[in-house]
């Protein structure tokens, strides 16, 4: 069964394209918790802000009560901040990496971001 999400509010929308019985047809997944919005971004690509200034994105292959992740193909960016003691100049510096599986705790996440839905 082939699905192309549709839209996305307090409802969503799935219309399906393999199945004959169910061609071009709409079925309504309501969401009841927070976490069915998370349910709904598996195998998709997530945006996920961590505690110490770390971002995440990549393909989201599990999670449980927890909030525990297991991402793929994964980018992480992590921001550090420094002082230059000459000019008093504030120093961004982004290092970026990429990881092909991660384990994620709970307990770090501040945000999750699903993929963008379009109508």
Same mark, same amino acid.
Not at 40 to 46: K, P, Q, T
């Given at each position: 069964l082939d699905l192309i999400r549709l839209s996305i509010d307090e409802r969503v929308y799935i219309k399906c394209r393999g199945d004959r019985e169910l061609r071009g047809k709409? $079925?309504? $997944?309501?969401?009841?918790?927070?976490? +069915?919005?998370? #349910?709904?971004? %598996? +195998?998709? #690509? !997530?945006? $996920?802000?961590c505690r110490g200034d770390r971002e995440l994105r990549g393909k989201l292959h599990a999670y449980d009560q927890h909030l525990n992740m297991i991402?793929?193909? !994964?980018?992480?960016? @992590?921001?550090?901040?420094? @002082? +230059?003691?000459?000019? +008093?100049?504030? %120093? !961004?510096?982004?290092? !970026?990496? #990429? @990881?092909?599986?991660?384990f994620v705790r709970g307990d770090i996440i @501040?945000?999750?971001?699903p993929p963008l839905r379009v109508t």
């Open positions: 709409q $079925i309504q $997944i309501t969401m009841e918790e927070p976490l +069915d919005l998370i #349910r709904l971004s %598996i +195998d998709e #690509r !997530v945006y $996920i802000k991402l793929g193909d !994964v980018e992480e960016t @992590v921001t550090t901040t420094e @002082v +230059d003691p000459e000019t +008093d100049e504030e %120093i !961004v510096k982004k290092a !970026v990496r #990429r @990881v092909g599986m991660l @501040v945000l999750v971001s």
